[in-house]
Each structure stands twice: as C-alpha cells, then as structure tokens.
C-alpha cells in the first residue's frame, strides 16, 4: 500500500483506544495459560528483554548457637532468569465494496477476530515453551515417550506431587484476572495441571475425580476447569497439541487424532503441571499489551482508487520458566473410544 500510511499515532486517539480495549476483551476470553504465570507487564519504554528475579532460599540453621556467640548469618542470594520480547503481528485486509455492500460492521467484526486471533496466538507460543520443559515424567513410569501406552493416572500425579514439594513448589493461590487491567485474584490452592480437550474423558475415569460442579462452591471454577484429583486442579485446552504417533502401537489409543482400527503409534499428549511462580510471562493486559492500526479504504500512494484498508495489530511477548522443578510435564495417551 505504498510508504503513505495512516500508522496507529495518526488515526483518533478514541479509535485506537477503543480498538486495543475491544481487542484485548476478546484476547482474554479463551486464555488459560495466561491466568497461572508470574506476570510481568512491559513497561512504558521498555527494552527487548524482561527480568524476572526470584530470592533464594537460606541454608537451614541446624547447628546449635554457642553461649553467648551470635551466628555469622547469612547474605541474601538472587537468582534472575531473564526473558527476550519477541515481536508478533498480522493484518485483515477490508476493501471499499465489502464496505459498502456489507450490512454488518466490518471493522468492528476484523477487530474481534483479530482480538482472538492475538489470543491464540499467544496461548500456543507460551504452550510450547511449556512443553519443551526438562522436569519430565511419563504414564505409569515407563522408560520414554516412545513407551507411553495408557492415559493418566492418580498415581501418576502422586509420583509428580511427591517431586513438586522436594523442590519447594508451592501450590498456586492466586491467578492473573480475566481483565484488560493487570491484576491478580485469589483461587483455592492447588497445582494447576494444563491438557488437551483430548484428555478430557481420561481424567474424569481417574480414581478421585470430583467433577468442577460438585465443588462446594462450583461458581470459583476456572475457564476450562473440569474438576480435580487431591491437590491437582484440571483446566483444558484445545490448543494443546500431541505428539502425532509418538508412542507405542495399538488399536486403543489415538494416533493421528483418530481411532485406528490396526495397529499404529498412539499420539503423546503433553500434561504441563504448575506450582506458584514456576513460569514467567508478558500478560495481555494494559494500555501496551497490544498495538492496532486502522485505516479505512482510501485514495494513497499504492492504492490510488483507494480499494483497500485494514485493522492490524502487533506486540511484544515473552513466556520463559523460571525454575524447572516447579513444573512438570506427563506424556500420556489419549483413549480412542472412552467408556
């Protein structure tokens, strides 16, 4: 469209406000890996890269005080993982005739999907960093991923608890508010485990399921929240993705998203469990989260009949952990046809 563009400073100040607002409600509907890291918003004049910093844990005191001799004591340790922001976009293109022969609002409608496409796009760019996680666990202790051959089990998830709490993670209390203002809210403690929709029948035949709406207060479920196993609380996804015929042959698990009817690799479904704090990430929220630009059709170099405009958007993001023993991941398989 040539170099005479309308950019996200020309276009009225109410527009884009209204446009990055309207974005950012869509964005955060269908988030989830967003609510349960340690986030850390980009300020005004940011850089390319975010720290997070993290206080270390002391020593234990055990040996005893002599009389009268104070101890030496001990210096404060940090530790600080830092983070690259990575920068993402993309455009809907709206030409002058879907304008004027449209009888909805199409600039509304390109600023909607571009608010979910934002929100997808972030969700599968934070899952992956998740999923390359070196905390690994696999179904009933099996050797490997090539090896997986069941769904998940209490067991399972005890074996993960057990390691969890060697290392201190502590289970979340609190999570980041489905809102385009940065806050937090408080939810009932507990490691948050991260799945397919694919999973969904295979947790709910574990032993000790209790179903999300049999909580005791079942309006505190979380987006995606089907209910939970003691300490662990299951919050799904579609945007999880296995690893396609991963795993060992058969006819009872899925390979390649579908039932098999001979035998072929099941598909390995990544399940990432999360104490408090064990990974860090930009939130989408506030007046920097995200960038629109807006440009009706109109007469510019490039596009002399003034043919085409556009809703765009772009952003910077960043999704690291922060302490690997806080977060675990357990390959499983996915049952073909659940009873």
């Not at 005739?97 to 609002?105: G, K, P, Q, R």
């Not at 170099?301 to 993001?317: A, I, T």
Request: glycine share 8%.
């Amino acid at each position: 469209m040539g170099g005479n563009l309308t950019t996200y400073d020309l276009i009225s100040p109410r527009t884009t406000a209204y446009a990055a607002v309207d974005m950012l409600k869509r964005g955060q509907h269908d988030m989830v890996v967003e609510r349960y890291g340690q986030a850390k918003p980009i300020p005004k004049k940011h850089t390319k890269s975010i720290t997070f910093r993290r206080t270390n844990s002391l020593a234990r005191a055990t040996a005893p005080l002599a009389e009268g001799i104070p101890p030496a004591g001990r210096k404060l340790t940090i530790t600080d993982v830092t983070a690259t922001l990575e920068q993402y976009g993309d455009f809907v293109t709206i030409t002058d005739v879907i304008l004027d022969t449209h009888e909805d609002n199409v600039l509304k409608e390109a600023v909607d999907v571009c608010g979910e496409q934002i929100a997808e796009t972030k969700e599968v760019i934070r899952i992956a960093v998740l999923k390359a996680g070196t905390n690994v666990f696999y179904q009933n202790a099996v050797a490997g991923r090539s090896t997986v051959n069941g769904p998940p089990s209490r067991s399972d998830f005890r074996r993960i608890y057990r390691s969890l709490k060697k290392y201190k993670g502590k289970p979340i209390t609190k999570i980041v508010k489905a809102s385009v203002k940065v806050s937090t809210e408080p939810v009932a403690a507990g490691y948050v485990v991260l799945a397919s929709t694919d999973l969904d029948a295979d947790i709910r035949q574990m032993d000790g399921f209790i179903p999300a709406e049999q909580y005791s207060n079942s309006d505190k479920a979380q987006l995606g929240e089907i209910g939970k196993v003691d300490q662990f609380r299951f919050v799904l996804t579609p945007l999880f993705e296995a690893w396609n015929a991963a795993g060992v042959s058969g006819t009872t698990y899925l390979s390649g998203g579908d039932r098999v009817t001979s035998a072929a690799s099941c598909d390995v479904y990544p399940m990432i469990v999360i104490a408090a704090d064990s990974y860090g990430l930009v939130p989408l929220q506030g007046q920097n989260a995200v960038k629109p630009a807006i440009v009706n059709p109109k007469p510019q170099v490039g596009d002399e009949l003034g043919q085409k405009g556009f809703v765009s958007w772009k952003m910077l993001d960043a999704t690291i952990i922060l302490n690997q023993n806080w977060l675990a991941r357990l390959e499983v398989a996915a049952t073909a046809i659940p009873s």
